[in-house]
């Protein structure tokens, strides 16, 4: 039990640690005043979002940038995502609705719907977005410098979370608790390693020339975490890319309620650990088992600093994400239980095949 104790206080302190680089190195997406003129092409899969798509779309439309065209794929919707878009483009000629293909054998969803829209683009940049997304005034502006000062392949933007469900605050903060608890963020881009690879599928600015030529949602067409192979793969060709946090120019509301976020946790969440069984057990057991037994053995010696270093790490990443400090602090236990059960479903649904999105089979390779 001793060494099972020392082994959970190191782990919490390494990934303290992460947590106080990430605080320190601010890796947010710099603001600019700067305007460019390089055509932009904003790629958006979409199926079944006929209740939120017109948030994103009236979003671009009040951007400030001024070179940029818009394509929506209907991905075989069920609703009447097409007619609503249909509509949008009708009064507004930069946007256009695309008719998906059927979906092929070998390939996911979201996959085959940005290959695709890639191939209807024109753009010195692809910006592909989700449709539950709104972006705001600078965004682009902003990606490009960037890009452009760091002659990067693939710029990647964590989204700021809208949460108003409890169910919600319950579920989704875990992204970014995950992502700044352990991993140096800056290393994406400082680092060639592909270990050091993160990237989010809700925000992702390539450069158009580089990804046509190596078309790289076609390489990882089977896979669920297609933006974190994609960014391994650019890695392994030493190319430059880099993730950032999207220092409130982009939102997303990924789900509406605690159902639709342990089912779209759960569908990846294994996945984003390489579909490594044993190394997600394993980081559940010391980073919410091994604290709940600390506590359960109520040693005040032994509590003070784990409560310490998880609070300094809650009130650093609730921070850096933009979100509420005193909920994330309140709230700490209850997002680590469901974190638990969200895991376990991940790992049933691998095991079983039964992972499903958006109507879908979701095979994890």
Not at 45 to 65: F, G, H, T
Request: proline share 2%; aromatic share 12%; net charge positive.
């Amino acid at each position: 039990m001793t060494i099972f104790i020392y082994s959970v206080l190191i782990f919490l302190v390494i990934r303290f640690s992460v947590t106080v680089f990430n605080f320190l190195s601010n890796p947010k997406l710099p603001r600019v005043i700067k305007h460019y003129t390089d055509q932009v092409s904003i790629l958006i899969p979409a199926r079944d979002e006929e209740k939120i798509i017109v948030n994103l779309l009236q979003s671009i439309k009040d951007q400030d940038y001024a070179n940029y065209e818009v394509f929506v794929l209907d991905d075989n919707s069920s609703d009447d995502t097409a007619r609503v878009v249909k509509d949008f483009c009708l009064l507004n000629p930069k946007f256009n609705l695309i008719k998906g293909e059927d979906l092929k054998a070998g390939w996911l969803g979201k996959n085959f719907a940005c290959k695709q829209l890639s191939e209807h683009a024109s753009g010195k940049y692809l910006l592909f977005l989700d449709a539950d997304e709104t972006i705001k005034r600078g965004l682009i502006n902003s990606l490009i410098n960037r890009m452009e000062l760091g002659n990067l392949a693939l710029l990647s933007i964590f989204t700021n979370q809208i949460m108003l469900s409890i169910g919600e605050k319950l579920t989704v903060p875990l992204m970014h608790f995950i992502l700044l608890n352990l991993l140096p963020l800056r290393l994406v881009r400082l680092s060639k390693n592909a270990a050091f690879a993160a990237a989010s599928g809700q925000c992702m600015f390539f450069d158009a020339k580089i990804y046509k030529k190596n078309q790289w949602h076609e390489s990882v067409k089977n896979q669920v975490v297609e933006d974190i192979e994609i960014m391994k793969l650019i890695k392994q060709e030493k190319l430059n890319a880099e993730a950032l946090l999207s220092n409130g120019l982009i939102y997303c509301r990924m789900y509406n309620n605690m159902g639709e976020s342990i089912n779209g946790f759960s569908k990846n969440l294994l996945a984003g650990f390489g579909n490594n069984i044993f190394i997600l057990l394993f980081y559940q057991l010391l980073v919410i088992i091994g604290p709940l037994i600390l506590f359960l053995n109520f040693n005040i010696t032994l509590l003070v600093l784990p409560f310490t270093l998880i609070i300094l790490s809650r009130i650093m990443i609730s921070y850096l994400s933009g979100q509420s400090v005193l909920i994330n602090l309140i709230l700490h236990p209850f997002q680590m239980f469901f974190f638990l059960i969200i895991s376990f479903i991940s790992i049933q649904k691998h095991n079983f095949k039964t992972g499903t999105w958006k109507g879908r089979s979701i095979k994890t390779i």
